[in-house]
């Protein structure tokens, strides 16, 4: 065998020359990707990844994860992606039952108390709502237990806001939104624009809302039935109130009977959103109102913060509700 070339090193090669980067170990993982977004000129770009670097990285450590596990996962987030169409978001589903759509809604609507505590928008919001008349009665379907809700819109002094926007919508007796129904429910049905009168006050005829399920057949509902948990949200009524120069109310009310109040699968219920539904036994007064007798009545008040009162805790009106279209069932 010929001799080895005396200039061939045949021990362990020294380290190639590098540009100073700092390999990838295991203890310091997340610092080493982290430096490497070091150079992202959009700052608030830079400090969201790094954050998530750092959280990621963390959680595996915490977890260990095996390759088939992290498998698992990717598939999951695959599908979840794979699920969303133009009419369904399974990743607005997956923020809202693992909590994050609330707390991003908390962060960024903090009042301190001083207005209508807000909730999820959720996805069955539609911005081409019908305009209606006080009084009006948006149960087009005709199921369910009549029910006349009313309220006052104010401001923080208690001034009425006459000329105000109240957007709402619910399901029928059957728990789906029309826009999940469509060629079934009528269209339109249990949603509707209101505008407050002079007294800044606003009225109209539905149904006592039910509890009803989240979609759950794809795989958020894999998810929630995989950890025990079940799908449904408790009774409610969406509203988005909104007057010029106040900050505009995504908010519901709720029940105060209804089932899963304590367990809401997306965590939306806030205490002082839940209002009782008593019944009135009273014919002359359910004539006035064009409503069989007894029926019931939701009442619920809500009062807006001035834009330029925002409280030192809010985060800037710099954006508006996503709208995204209905899910069909
Ligand atoms: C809703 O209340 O309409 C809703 C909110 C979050 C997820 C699904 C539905
Ligand atoms: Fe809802």
Redesign the pocket.
């Known amino acids: 065998m010929p001799d080895a070339p005396s200039d061939t090193v045949l021990s362990a090669s020294p380290a190639p020359v590098r540009a100073g980067g700092e390999l990838f170990t295991e203890e310091r993982s997340a610092d080493v990707v982290a430096a490497s977004l070091a150079g992202t000129p959009d700052p608030r770009l830079r400090q969201v990844l790094t954050s998530l670097v750092h959280h990621l990285h963390a959680f595996v450590k915490d977890v260990e994860p095996t390759e088939a596990e992290w498998g698992v996962a990717i598939d999951f987030l695959t599908r979840t992606g794979q699920m969303c169409s133009d009419v369904r978001q399974e990743f607005?589903?997956l923020s809202?039952v693992l909590g994050v759509?609330m707390l991003v809604e908390t962060i960024n609507h903090r009042t301190g108390g001083t207005s209508t505590e807000s909730t999820?928008?959720?996805?069955?919001h539609m911005v081409e709502s019908p305009e209606r008349e006080l009084g009006d009665d948006i149960n087009l379907d005709g199921k369910g237990t009549p029910c006349l809700v009313s309220g006052h819109v104010t401001g923080p002094e208690g001034e009425p806001l006459a000329g105000a926007v109240v957007d709402v919508w619910q399901t029928n007796e059957d728990g789906f939104?029309d826009v999940q129904q469509p060629g079934i429910q009528p269209q339109g049905n249990l949603r509707g624009l209101f505008t407050t009168d002079g007294e800044g006050r606003f009225w109209f005829r539905s149904v006592v809302p039910r509890y009803y399920p989240?979609?759950d057949d794809g795989p958020v509902g894999q998810l929630l039935a995989a950890t025990g948990r079940h799908p449904n949200?408790p009774a409610?009524l969406?509203f988005i109130v909104a007057a010029p120069g106040y900050r505009p109310v995504t908010t519901?009310v709720f029940v105060a009977d209804s089932p899963y109040l304590d367990s809401d699968?997306?965590f939306?219920v806030k205490d002082s959103l839940v209002r009782d539904v008593p019944e009135v036994d009273d014919p002359a007064r359910a004539a006035e109102a064009g409503l069989p007798n007894p029926f019931r009545t939701l009442t619920f008040d809500l009062s807006l913060l001035r834009e330029e009162q925002t409280p030192p805790t809010a985060r800037p009106v710099d954006v508006q509700p996503t709208v995204v279209k209905g899910v069909p069932s």
């Open positions: 607005i589903l809202d759509s999820v928008l959720g996805p069955f939104y989240i979609p949200r409610h969406h519901h699968a997306v939306g």
